[in-house]
């Protein structure tokens, strides 16, 4: 994979016939481009494209560098009280929209969160502007989940590794006041252990999506989804409506995403901010364009 | 498991209130009893209530008796051209019909029904009924596939036990030209090869229904799912409208039960039927009431 | 019309199978009993039911009274951060809580709200609950709209006399920044002129709910709705989910409703209180139950 | 407006990237131009793109012409089945596909369609393709009503000019066994008592959609849609999968469309045609190309 795919700049020169943004407009830059003519691209659905060019993803090349070709319905433009930085993160921020809404999260429901990583609280910060009561955080790490809770969740859970899925469901459930369930489960840890849990900690007909990626094939209990006929969904990338609503969520003070950049560093540093992430010594870094 | 919950009968008294059937109706008898006063009943999921009274399921007696007293409303009047034989298959119909509800099947599209036994094979029909173009069998039993193909399939297809899920998927695809994959798939059969082979022989954003019980836990492939952003549904019997909706589409022809019948016995001999049907000598047998 | 639907209450008594709520227990009271056995209660819609028994509509009384009788599972515990009189102002709420569903408002969405009375004013409440980055309040009557802004609505649009529905349409659209116009569209008012104006002020595609009652037949902008391809809506009453959604928003701090109390007063003054309210010189009187 | 805009032909020349068709293929001509770049060609609604070419609509020639340009996405592929002559067909049937589809019908239920001209009888021809029951026609030409029955109705209806379109209503829900009233109503005609016969048909909760063109304004019963809290949609032209679902219709035999060919012309005779089209001497007149 090539570098870069969350991104925001400064409008440089626009084609004739743009009309959404002009000269010296700030903009989020959505970094994948659908081929706008397939079966998927025409239902509404350009994120299951099969000819998207999406930014780093080979042979497509990312987004560091100076000057970036990209359609003008591609950018959206920022308002005035968002800063680039926060249009960086809107990459980011739509991914946890399209978990959310994939999730189908309406006013007054709850939500556990597995995972506490820039996705799983970008999941939990949307879920809690879409309305929900109930937002659970899980994770094993102390320090996310603190992390969490003063940012969105509203209940915290650490899994103890002597219980079962099962167990764990119902010390969820219990403690977080769910009654029956959840209304809905989001795995944003990839981790084979939270989404078992999340089947049994999601009320009957409930629903689940799988945002976190992690191993290709997992021992999952499908009779639990079977007879609970829960909905489960897959995720994957944004669709139409989701970097415009990511934009909108932050503009109007729904999200906030300041909270996750945990250090801004110079290009030239860029190098050494991706070797420090893996060591996972903070949420996000953010990299300035050279001058 | 106490035995019987598919039947019909005929109405021999009504309660006061009672208005949609009177005393001499043939009737088809839904065999769960939902309490009417919880979330699931009252949101439309009568199926999924937690206090259900489901007949021959403990401590619950079954329907194998002469008289058995239920509510009016989970009557399902038969009209003149429907036998009682058919009244009782409407049972097994209702659970195709919820089936292939979940699964969305909408007119001119493309289903896999895995398992090609009496629930899948009324899944086929269904599916059929409700306008798929493309209605694939898939079943290691040559004969049953065969009956499935004259029944409702358009294709019938035999997996290797030497291919691999994603290369029966594969094969599944080419050859019933299927292009990216199909819009949905089904399983009725419960094994774990099955299920496994249906995530990767859905076209990307499609649906899959988990119809069949097996294996509480299966190795199941996530991340397919996940990229493809599937939406995979559990199914449990049935709930509003599926069984007057079976009993319209035997009474309007679009689904034809009678086939299903492998032998009528005598009350007298439904103990050796049942034996008989383990052996999977037939796909149902009928028993008759007693005179 | 018998008076007395919009009420709370203290459990004094419960029955032996009643489980969510007991003695002592305050509750708002849903006040419509439906007959849990037809098509639309057992498919979810329970407010279309026939059978409905409606407190305070002919031939049922209302519940003015000192005890009345109730099925446990339409009586909804209020938290201790409720007050009775927030309790008494859940049935309005849920009027509000079914229309703006009905309007599908999502988070990020523009809803013109026709009418600035107890109804329109709680569904702005609820539409901002809901995530409605645009809320406009459209009323005559200047006060009412001033209390709209202050209440919930983002905008306030006084239409002109002199000018036809599309023109006031058209006004709204351009100085509420709704670019090519609303996503939604509720009628609070039964006024005529509002309802054709609505019609055009709701984008291609959008939706248009009648909540407020008025003349039975209008003249309406039929081809209007056609070439945009509305999707118009009817509310009535409110139905699963509804009341419990109402409770938690005003005990979550998402709507406020003690605003709309004008005024509380005794038992013994509640003939001149409805007089007063007739006046409109009140949102909601507040009649306090005999001691 | 510019003529012509239900058309077939032969690929005579295809770009580099199209995949679809190939030279010598015969192909449905879809019409409209979206410009694929806003929210409405985004979210799978092209229909209701603000910047669509249409063929006919000025400025925009029609395809009465030797050659005629149109995105390869646009083609689609008759099969060998279908002669040119249905191809031409597919877009009044694509028209009935879009406003049956507004209509929600499923399996089972019951429709009642006003208008049997061409677009209505191809909306009772679909309905009854995607499952309906029963299927009422409902017109004042006795010979059309004749021949919507042997088409596709399933029951005929002619209003009398002496009752209330509430009086209509009753006796099409009594004549025509609907009980509470049909699941859904389509007017296809365009005329004031249709449009008000329609929302007193339709049950509680059911399903209303303006096909028909008319007047601009009409008196409409509001409240009765209102308080049976109807869920009515306009229709305009058909949008993603509607042209490809019609052929799929056509070239599965569940609709056929060739009864609709009154009369087969020369390309020297097409004004004339015309012009005896006006006078209602036929359904449709097919133009052939010149040699």
Redesign the interface.
């Known amino acids: 994979m090539v570098l870069g795919h969350e991104s925001s700049g400064i409008v440089k020169e626009v084609g004739s016939a743009v009309t959404n943004v002009k000269v010296g407009d700030r903009v989020a830059m959505e970094p994948g481009q659908p081929c706008?003519?397939?079966?998927?691209?025409?239902?509404?659905?350009?994120?299951?494209c099969?000819d998207m060019a999406f930014a780093a993803t080979p042979p497509y090349d990312g987004t560091i560098c100076r000057y970036y070709r990209i359609?003008?319905?591609f950018c959206y433009k920022l308002p005035d009280s968002m800063s680039l930085e926060e249009g960086a993160l809107v990459e980011p921020l739509a991914v946890g929209v399209h978990i959310t809404k994939?999730a189908g999260i309406r006013?007054?429901q709850s939500v556990v969160v597995f995972g506490a990583g820039p996705v799983g609280l970008l999941c939990m910060a949307v879920a809690k502007?879409?309305?929900a009561?109930i937002v659970v955080a899980v994770d094993v790490n102390e320090e996310r989940l603190k992390f969490a809770k003063q940012y969105a969740a509203t209940h915290a859970f650490t899994p103890s590794r002597s219980e079962s899925p099962e167990e764990s469901a119902a010390r969820i459930i219990k403690e977080c006041g769910l009654e029956?369930g959840s209304d809905a489960a989001i795995d944003a840890s990839g981790a084979e252990i939270c989404?078992q849990t999340a089947q049994y900690v999601v009320r009957?007909?409930g629903t689940y999506v799988?945002?976190g990626?992690?191993?290709?094939?997992?021992?999952?209990?499908?009779?639990?989804?079977?007879?609970?006929?829960?909905?489960?969904?897959?995720?994957?990338r944004y669709s139409?409506?989701d970097y415009?609503?990511a934009v909108?969520?932050v503009a109007?003070g729904?999200v906030s995403v300041k909270e996750l950049i945990s250090k801004k560093v110079k290009f030239e540093e860029a190098e050494q901010a991706f070797e420090d992430t893996k060591k996972a010594l903070g949420i996000k870094y953010l990299i300035a364009g050279p001058e």
């Open positions: 706008r003519h397939c079966k998927q691209c025409k239902s509404g659905n350009y994120n299951l099969p359609p003008g319905d994939q006013p007054g502007a879409f309305g009561d029956v989404i009957n007909g799988q945002g990626m992690g191993k290709p094939d997992i021992n999952y209990p499908i009779m639990a989804m079977c007879t609970k006929e829960l909905t489960t969904k897959g995720s994957f139409h409506g415009s609503d909108g969520l109007h729904r």
